[in-house]
């Protein structure tokens, strides 16, 4: 498959920000992972590793140690299409901001950084920067090195905030610049806001316009722009409330936490457009979008349903830490991304403020009780 026709998937990514919550997120035992959680109370202190505590762990740190092991020579993932294994830099861009929020794996983290900033894996992402640059994937690109401190105007040789600026079109709309058409959707505009609004320029006022006007009349948000019909959906309207509660624009902001509130499953959950079960992805970045907007209720059920899609003691020692895209179980073949995506509401920030500084090096192992001995 052409690198042109990779970038056509949907970048659902995941993210989440720094700003800082008022009420701590809660520890669980490391049995309950999986299983139903009680109403949470207590809170979160330690972090399991090797060496760590066994009664009690951050459900992120765990989630992020396990993404780590993952990667494919410890640097990058990949997709495999008809037998074909293709470099992923979309997820392996997830996993970077995941491990940001979980605060863990930094080594990891700096390895993966420096594999996107390869030249030949660089422009099969974002394009040759002439004739094709891509701005959802310069947008999180972009985010992914402000998070990590590098330096993101000389990133792999590339300017990427001045990359991205020069996808901004008259509209307001960050479009791509294409032979094979433009992609571009609110997931793209969205990221290219957060980012963007953390360099010293700023968000185009023009690009927060534009986002803004395409929220739909119950307050969600579309993933493509300028349907007949507006559709919201919940990856969509939680990476916009963030972008629009970055850039100034509560209201707007405000209405997006309501529809998603409003959308939340029994079960604590959110589903996918056009779907009625919860998933981890779309449950993730809801929940990364509610807690920092002060939605703690909500939030809270949203985080208590992810830790129950964990892997906890009970399971293979390799997926211990790991989070099940949905109910039915977990499936390899789509648990990275359901964890990296997870992460972020597990950790209960949000994009705007995200950071890597301080983040441990090392990266987490879910610590389980050793087995009671035979008498």
């Known amino acids: 498959m052409s690198a042109s026709a990779l970038r056509r998937r949907p970048l659902r990514l995941l993210a989440i920000s720094a700003l800082a919550l008022t009420a701590t997120l809660p520890a669980v035992t490391a049995a309950q992972?999986?299983?139903?959680?009680?109403a949470p109370t207590a809170p979160a202190s330690s972090v399991s590793s090797a060496s760590g505590d066994a009664a009690t762990y951050r459900p992120d740190a765990a989630a992020a140690g396990w993404l780590a092991r993952q990667l494919v020579n410890g640097d990058h993932f990949e997709s495999v299409f008809d037998g074909t294994a293709y470099p992923d830099q979309g997820l392996t861009i997830d996993a970077v901001l995941a491990f940001a929020?979980?605060?863990?794996?930094?080594?990891?983290?700096?390895?993966?950084?420096?594999?996107?900033?390869?030249?030949?894996?660089?422009?099969?992402?974002?394009?040759?920067?002439?004739?094709?640059?891509?701005?959802?994937?310069?947008?999180?690109?972009?985010?992914?090195?402000?998070?990590?401190?590098?330096?993101?105007?000389?990133?792999?040789?590339?300017?990427?905030?001045?990359?991205l600026r020069s996808l901004l079109t008259p509209s307001?709309?960050?479009?791509?610049?294409?032979?094979?058409?433009?992609?571009?959707?609110?997931?793209?505009?969205?990221?290219?806001?957060?980012a963007l609004q953390r360099t010293p320029g700023g968000a185009p006022a023009s690009a927060v316009d534009f986002l803004a006007a395409s929220q739909c009349a119950d307050g969600g948000f579309p993933v493509a722009f300028g349907q007949a019909t507006c559709t919201a959906d919940t990856d969509a309207t939680a990476?916009?409330?963030?972008?629009?509660?970055?850039?100034?624009r509560s209201a707007k902001a405000k209405a997006g936490l309501d529809w998603l509130t409003a959308h939340?499953?029994?079960?604590?959950?959110?589903?996918?457009?056009?779907?009625?079960?919860?998933?981890?992805?779309?449950?993730?970045?809801?929940?990364?979008?509610?807690?920092?907007?002060?939605r703690f209720v909500s939030g809270l059920k949203g985080w208590s349903s992810l830790v129950k899609l964990q892997q906890g003691c009970s399971a293979d020692p390799a997926v211990r830490g790991a989070v099940a895209y949905d109910a039915s179980g977990f499936n390899p073949a789509n648990a990275a991304r359901a964890t990296a995506q997870a992460v972020l509401g597990l950790s209960g920030q949000g994009?705007?403020?995200?950071?890597?500084?301080?983040?441990?090096?090392?990266?987490?192992?879910?610590?389980?009780?050793?087995p009671a001995a035979r008498p």
């Open 239 to 248: 990476l916009a409330a963030q972008a629009l509660a970055a850039t100034g």
């Open 101 to 163: 929020a979980a605060g863990s794996a930094d080594e990891a983290a700096a390895r993966a950084t420096a594999w996107l900033a390869r030249p030949e894996i660089l422009s099969g992402y974002l394009g040759d920067g002439t004739t094709e640059a891509y701005a959802g994937a310069t947008a999180k690109l972009l985010l992914a090195a402000e998070v990590r401190g590098t330096a993101p105007s000389a990133f792999g040789g590339v300017d990427l905030p001045a990359r």
């Open 264 to 294: 939340q499953n029994t079960d604590g959950g959110f589903a996918a457009a056009g779907a009625t079960a919860s998933n981890a992805n779309s449950t993730g970045l809801a929940t990364a979008a509610l807690l920092p907007g002060g």
């Open 172 to 194: 307001g709309r960050f479009s791509d610049r294409s032979q094979w058409g433009d992609y571009s959707n609110a997931f793209g505009q969205s990221l290219a806001l957060i």
């Open 33 to 38: 992972a999986a299983t139903p959680a009680p």
């Open 351 to 370: 994009l705007a403020g995200l950071s890597a500084h301080g983040a441990r090096p090392s990266a987490p192992t879910l610590a389980c009780p050793a």
